[in-house]
Structure formats: structure tokens, C-alpha cells
């Protein structure tokens, strides 16, 4: 059974951007496609940056692994916004994917610092929902252990070329909402939900609603 229409909140962000995430290195996919959706660009770039560092550094490393600061992220990323970083940072950290790291200063206080501490994909979902927080990403909650749906976004995110938009309007397909329901959902026009469904049509290799639908249940 999939998320009634009304379960779904309209707060979508307005850019398109590939979504890209290569999520067949992880041992839970539905994981890592849940929280590929629920990221902004620049949350999605740090946060793809952050794990693929700590799956290469080595067990033996001086550093924490899981732990990354500002400067770092940088060069890891290559923004050299030091204000979008920060941002993105913040975003992450209100999602649950980072949290701030903590220390003790001289005097025995405690001391925020800009170093960062990345979750996996699956204690990203652990601890959202430990908060009470949907695991799923804005305009795509579901009930909790609806495994279909789960597959559903997987195939989605699996599609590389599609945009965060197409994504979106291809989820809302699955629900069964017409195209002025979708418009209405993401706040754009029905005319623009024709011309994400064409192209989405065209990245799934189908010709028609019916069959993007199979395909993504299948």
C-alpha cells in the first residue's frame, strides 16, 4: 500500500540538479536513496564527499575516519565558498546525516569546533527516526516499512540521469496523482509537469504513464 496524496508535504527545492549517487557500493540501498533525495546540492556534494573519504582512509589513520573539518571539506569538495559550506553543514546537522563534534577546551568547558562527524546512510535513517523525523526525503513521506515504496525511489535514484525535479514528479506518478495534482504538490505549473514526464519517459525508456509505473514497481 503506498502514502495517501495527503501524507505528502509540498516543499520541494525549486533547482534541478543530477541526482548521481552511486549507491550500489552500500549495503543498504533503500538506505542511501532515501537519503540522497532528502539532500540539497550542496548537502548531497559534502555528504557524498564525506563517505567516500571515510570508505578510502585507512583503519590505521592518525585521524578519525568519520570525522572531517571545514578546511578539509574543501579541498574534498573543491567549494571554496566558506559560507556554503557552513550552510550545507547546518543543513546536514538539522537532518541528522552530521552532527558537530564536541571537545573540551583549557579550562574544562565545552567547546564547539568546526570539525564534522558523518553517519552512514542507515544510522542517518536510525537517527531521524529516533527523533521522530520521516526518514523520507520532503514531498515523499511514506509510512514506516512500506518496502515497496522503498524500492520504488531506489529505482529512481538508480537512474543517474535524472534530475532531483524528475525524481520527484516520477514518485508522485507511483502515488497515482494526475499532473495538476503533481503541479499543485511541487508548485509549478501542469505544463511543466508535462515536460519533466517527457523526459522522464525518455531516461526510463518508456512511452507512457502506464509503463513508467511498471517499470518502477517491477
Known amino acids: 500500500m503506498f502514502p495517501q496524496k495527503s501524507q505528502i508535504i509540498a516543499e520541494v527545492d525549486p533547482k534541478t540538479y543530477p541526482l548521481g549517487e552511486k549507491i550500489e557500493q552500500y549495503a543498504d540501498a533503500p538506505a542511501m536513496a532515501?537519503?540522497?533525495?532528502?539532500?540539497?546540492?550542496?548537502e548531497r556534494r559534502l555528504y557524498a564527499a564525506m563517505l567516500a573519504a571515510m570508505n578510502q582512509r585507512p583503519d590505521q589513520s592518525e585521524t578519525r575516519p568519520d570525522v572531517f573539518t571545514v578546511?578539509?571539506?574543501m579541498e574534498l569538495t573543491g567549494i571554496v565558498s566558506l559560507s556554503t559550506i557552513r550552510r550545507g553543514?547546518?543543513?546536514?546537522?538539522?537532518?541528522?546525516?552530521v552532527e558537530r563534534e564536541v571537545k573540551a577546551n583549557g579550562n574544562g568547558a565545552r567547546d564547539h569546533t568546526s570539525a564534522y562527524r558523518v553517519f552512514k546512510p542507515e544510522e542517518v535513517i536510525a537517527r531521524r527516526e529516533e527523533r521522530g523525523m520521516k526518514s523520507y526525503a520532503k514531498g515523499i513521506e511514506s509510512s514506516a516499512g512500506n518496502r515497496s515504496f522503498e524500492r520504488v525511489i531506489q529505482r529512481v535514484v538508480e537512474n543517474r540521469n535524472l534530475s532531483r525535479r524528475e525524481a520527484q514528479v516520477a514518485l508522485c506518478c507511483v502515488e497515482g496523482l494526475t499532473n495538476a495534482e503533481i503541479g499543485l504538490r511541487l508548485l509549478v505549473t501542469e505544463q511543466t509537469v508535462k515536460f519533466h514526464l517527457?523526459?522522464?519517459?525518455?531516461?526510463?525508456g518508456v512511452k507512457r504513464r502506464a509503463e513508467l509505473i511498471s517499470r518502477l514497481l517491477l
Not at 34 to 42: E, K, M, N
Open 71 to 73: 578546511r578539509a571539506l
Open 34 to 42: 532515501l537519503v540522497a533525495l532528502s539532500h540539497t546540492p550542496v
Open 89 to 97: 553543514l547546518e543543513g546536514l546537522v538539522a537532518k541528522f546525516s
Open 198 to 204: 517527457r523526459h522522464i519517459f525518455i531516461k526510463f
